[in-house]
């Protein structure tokens, strides 16, 4: 089993729609997470973080955490196109920052 | 240009051959990380600095990877004896905080 679990996709959204994405975690330990935004051919770059259960909106963006499930997720209101990308979960314990293998979202016009 | 610069961007060796990449952090982190991502999955953990203090290091590195940071500034990440499973982009980021991670273009390595 993978420490940091995501559904590869794609996961297909209609401009405008919005996209759900999830994850797992299998460390109890983890503290803090993070989702990361790779577009292909570039490196990742972070989107935002959460470290309390429950939900953190960032513009767009809303993360939600539960510990107790072990579950993490995103959603993406109002997707653009420029949204297409893959979406990287990333869990934090001690100094080591844990990629599941990422989620790629295709907005479509 | 005041992000993470990595060097050299490509590297095509034969088997065999030793390499080394080098990262340049932002030079107000004092957290330093190097990863390794194959085509279609996330970066992998390979080993972590504060500082010059090579704080982790992955169970999965074998002995052929080594890595150094002196005086807490450039890293270098030097792969003894390549294969052809070390082909994959090895990314470097640096970081002020524990999660929040600035990552360089990557160095692409291709073994043949």
């Known amino acids: 089993q993978k420490e940091v679990e995501q559904n590869s996709g794609p996961l297909s959204v209609p401009e405008g729609a919005i996209a759900s994405l999830n994850c797992t975690y299998s460390d109890r330990g983890s503290q803090s997470f993070f989702w990361y935004r790779q577009y292909s051919g570039k490196s990742p770059e972070l989107i935002m973080f959460?470290?309390?259960?429950g939900d953190k909106e960032d513009g767009r963006f809303t993360a939600q955490l539960n510990k107790a499930s072990q579950y993490v997720s995103l959603l993406i209101r109002d997707s653009q196109p420029s949204d297409s990308a893959t979406y990287l979960c990333?869990?934090?314990?001690?100094?080591?920052?844990?990629f599941g293998g990422g989620t790629r979202v295709l907005v479509k016009p | 240009d005041t992000g993470v610069s990595q060097d050299p961007r490509h590297k095509i060796t034969k088997r065999g051959q030793n390499v080394t990449f080098r990262c340049d952090p932002i030079s107000e982190h004092n957290r330093l990380y190097w990863y390794r991502q194959t085509l279609g999955q996330g970066p992998e953990f390979l080993t972590y600095f504060q500082n010059e203090a090579q704080l982790e290091k992955s169970r999965l590195l074998s002995d052929r990877f080594s890595a150094e940071r002196p005086k807490g500034s450039f890293s270098t990440l030097e792969i003894q004896r390549t294969e052809q499973g070390d082909s994959a982009m090895y990314l470097c980021a640096s970081s002020p905080t524990n999660g929040e991670l600035f990552f360089g273009e990557g160095s692409r390595l291709t073994v043949l």
């Open positions: 959460i470290y309390s259960n």
């Open positions: 990333a869990a934090a314990a001690g100094n080591k920052l844990t």
